[in-house]
């Protein structure tokens, strides 16, 4: 029976910076077949309705911190 396949490991897909007041900035990007790319700046503030969900799939993140951006699991972002 042969291995089963190697499963990539995920890379990120962007950078998040926490403002002093909590606000998240989300840099990221997308990269397709032959020369399509994008590029996008989301900003949320604490009461944006997804801020919490954002904020727990980076992971600890404090004030005038930084984190990398994982792909987004559906229904999160």
């Known amino acids: 029976m042969p291995p089963p396949p190697e ?3 995920e890379e990120p897909v962007g950078s998040a910076h926490m403002r002093l007041d909590g606000t998240l900035e989300l840099r990221m990007s997308a990269r397709g077949p032959g020369a399509i790319a994008g590029e996008a700046l989301f900003i949320l503030k604490p009461d944006h309705p997804r ?4 904020r ?13 951006v ?3 699991p559906p229904g999160v972002f």
Not at 56 to 68: C, K, N, Q, T, W
């Open 51 to 54: 801020y919490v969900g954002v």
């Open 70 to 72: 994982m792909p987004f």
């Open 56 to 68: 727990d799939h980076l992971g600890p993140i404090e004030p005038g911190g930084y984190a990398r």
């Open 7 to 9: 499963v990539p490991e």
